[in-house]
């Protein structure tokens, strides 16, 4: 399991971003979301990697 915390806005961001943020279940700064680790979501946490944080747990 990883936890991805949103540490930026995700205003003036490309709506492809806000959408994979949406989809990691993130929807405000500092919420934390637990995924499973796979290449799905790493991909997806790749793309916006400039506004989240991950940890391994």
Do not use: F, W
């Not at 995700?10 to 279940?25: F, N, R, S, W, Y």
């Amino acid at each position: 399991m990883i936890k991805v915390k949103q540490i930026k806005s995700k205003i003036a961001c490309k709506p492809d971003q806000v959408k994979t943020l949406e989809a990691l279940g993130l929807r405000r700064i500092n919420q934390v979301k637990e995924h499973d680790d796979n290449p799905v979501i790493r991909g997806m946490i790749y793309k916006v990697r400039h506004l989240v944080e991950v940890t391994e747990s």
